[in-house]
């Protein structure tokens, strides 16, 4: 892999006059040294967080997470370059200029998520939580265990009585960063509540274009159709597994039993020869493509970092097995690739993540799914695994099963996170045990740990999980978009990449989300083609 746009960047601070913020913006052309300037400044900081957070995961070099944001802060609590911003922002409707339109738009929304990200004491909380949780070591019975070893061996185990056991391991975790992570959650909510917002997850709905009403709205729809499917599998396993109650610890140990292809057939020593395999026959040139793809422990099933876009992008997958570490590896495949075919002039069209704003994180799971549903089609099945025919046509048969289990993990995660933004002060334990009996059906018991906090998306990554549940209404709808286009040949087809780079990667966050959607598959966002996949109609 080329690394030297990485070296060439360390020297650009050295070339480049940095933004006048004593001077007055008087003159589109003064605009565009302005945000030329700033955009720069931008991608230094974004390659230094990238940088800072690769090496936290990878444990490759130092992780200096406090100077990186540091970075961040230079930008964005500077009052003078956010009020030329927004000043310029309020005239842009008579530039006549759409690009420049765009990237003012993007850098308002900018300024209101990294005002929050960059503050001092938020990012000092916010990254002593990461290192805590990153650095974190669990234990059962008195010996060290991974996180991926507590996920493999939950699904794995038949005993009832070890299942609850290695399910309570995370409460390790949880106890210990469960008071720090409220009072995060409460300086969010401040802070947002100066930008004029009810609380941070409404502040973040908004930079991410999505509509709160729609979204709860779509979320309680999507539970209450999925209920009676999931209460079914409840039911069936208490019989089958012979259990008097059907508790937490038992959903992943119930679903491989009900659905699922024998890990033998997805081999992890073969997963990335696979993986570029496919990419290839659809047309990605993987060989040439600056991403790196690394196997390491950390809290995540996988993590994609784009640390310079286009030209350096790097992901992690943790150790699992099976068909779930394939589509891990597909889906976080399918995030480089957005990363390294995005072709836009401005920094800050590009899609950086860290500062919340920068681009849709929806938009970005979803077209990331798009790769990690290949692997669920009957001929991908028979192409690139030794399954039967038999298995393969039981196995699809019944994945609408653990996809509908999956979506209400998500609402699980959702909504606890969601709940305690719009009420930090409330127990966390009990409001924990109310949303697993709405959402999974099943109640931890009094004596049980609280899990919720060892959950490491709610402190780097907050306010993300509803971002899942609409890129799995993305992925299929752009699936059938596909199918309509390729047939069959939708997985093996060169044409195939270049309609996705055309429709879904080049043009990054030059335009809206919701248009690229309505763009690429002929209509907006809705969850038919998604109900159709879990088997559900109306």
Same mark, same amino acid.
């Given at each position: 892999m080329n690394l030297t746009p990485i070296v060439l960047l360390a020297s650009l601070p050295l070339m480049v006059v940095s933004c006048q913020t004593d001077d007055r913006v008087t003159s589109k052309d003064q605009l565009f040294l302005f945000l030329d300037a700033l955009e720069h400044e931008y991608e230094l900081a974004c390659h230094e967080m990238g940088i800072a957070n690769w090496n936290s995961y990878s444990k490759e070099g130092p992780?200096?997470?406090?100077? @990186?944001?540091? !970075?961040?802060?230079?930008?964005?609590?500077?009052?003078?370059? !956010?009020?030329?911003?927004?000043?310029? !922002?309020?005239?842009?409707?008579?530039? @006549? =200029?759409?690009?420049?339109a765009r990237r003012l738009e993007m850098w308002h929304r900018c300024f209101i998520g990294g005002s929050i990200y960059a503050d001092p004491q938020i990012a000092a909380l916010e990254n002593s939580l990461q290192e805590r949780i990153t650095d974190f070591k669990l234990s059962y019975q008195g010996k060290p265990i991974t996180r991926a070893q507590v996920s493999n061996r939950l699904r794995e185990e038949k005993n009832q009585r070890r299942r609850h056991a290695l399910w309570q391991v995370p409460g390790q975790l949880s106890s210990q960063v469960k008071d720090d992570l409220i009072r995060l959650v409460k300086m969010r909510n401040e802070r947002a509540k100066k930008h004029g917002f009810p609380n941070y997850y409404s502040l973040v709905l908004h930079l991410h274009a999505i509509d709160e009403q729609w979204l709860i709205q779509t979320l309680t729809m999507l539970e209450e159709k999925t209920r009676p499917t999931y209460q079914e599998f409840i039911d069936a396993s208490k019989k089958k597994f012979k259990l008097k109650e059907f508790d937490p610890w038992d959903s992943d140990f119930a679903m491989r039993e009900a659905v699922s292809l024998p890990d033998k057939?997805?081999? @992890?020593?073969?997963?990335?020869?696979?993986?570029?395999?496919?990419?290839?026959?659809?047309?990605?040139?993987? =060989?040439?493509?600056?991403?790196?793809?690394?196997?390491?422990?950390?809290p995540y099933g996988g993590l994609s970092l784009a640390l310079r876009i286009p030209e350096d992008s790097r992901f992690l997958v943790n150790p699992t097995k099976g068909r779930r570490f394939f589509g891990t590896a597909f889906h976080e495949y399918g995030h480089s690739l957005q990363s390294v075919y995005t072709n836009v002039e401005h920094a800050i069209l590009k899609g950086y993540e860290w500062i919340p704003g920068g681009h849709c994180p929806a938009y970005s799971e979803g077209i990331a799914n798009l790769h990690s549903e290949f692997i669920d089609h009957p001929l991908w099945l028979s192409t690139y695994t030794k399954a039967k025919p038999a298995e393969i046509e039981k196995y699809l048969a019944g994945l609408g099963l653990p996809t509908v289990y999956r979506l209400r993990r998500l609402l699980r995660d959702f909504f606890i996170e969601y709940e305690l933004?719009?009420?930090?002060?409330?127990?966390?334990? @009990?409001?924990e045990r109310e949303i697993? !009996?709405?959402?999974?059906?099943?109640?931890?018991?009094?004596?049980?740990?609280?899990?919720?906090?060892?959950?490491?998306? /709610?402190?780097? /990554?907050?306010?993300?999980?509803?971002?899942?549940?609409?890129a799995d209404m993305i992925a299929p709808q752009l699936q059938e978009a596909l199918t309509s286009r390729f047939g069959e040949e939708k997985?093996?087809?060169?044409?195939?990449?270049?309609?996705?780079?055309?429709?879904? /990667?080049a043009d990054g966050e030059a335009r809206e989300w919701t248009q690229r959607i309505r763009e690429a598959t002929g209509k907006s966002l809705e969850t038919g083609a998604y109900l159709r996949k879990l088997g559900i109609t109306d």
């Open positions: 992780a200096d997470l406090d100077s @990186a944001k540091a !970075r961040f802060a230079n930008i964005f609590l500077d009052e003078k370059r !956010r009020a030329t911003i927004e000043e310029w !922002r309020g005239k842009s409707g008579s530039l @006549a =200029d759409e690009m420049l057939y997805f081999s @992890a020593d073969s997963v990335f020869a696979i993986l570029h395999r496919f990419e290839e026959s659809i047309g990605f040139p993987v =060989d040439s493509l600056p991403i790196k793809e690394v196997v390491k422990d950390i933004y719009k009420n930090p002060g409330r127990d966390a334990a @009990a409001l697993y !009996r709405k959402c999974l059906l099943v109640e931890p018991g009094e004596r049980d740990p609280h899990l919720f906090a060892a959950n490491i998306w /709610y402190t780097t /990554y907050p306010c993300y999980f509803q971002n899942y549940v609409i997985l093996s087809n060169p044409a195939v990449s270049t309609w996705i780079i055309e429709h879904l /990667y």
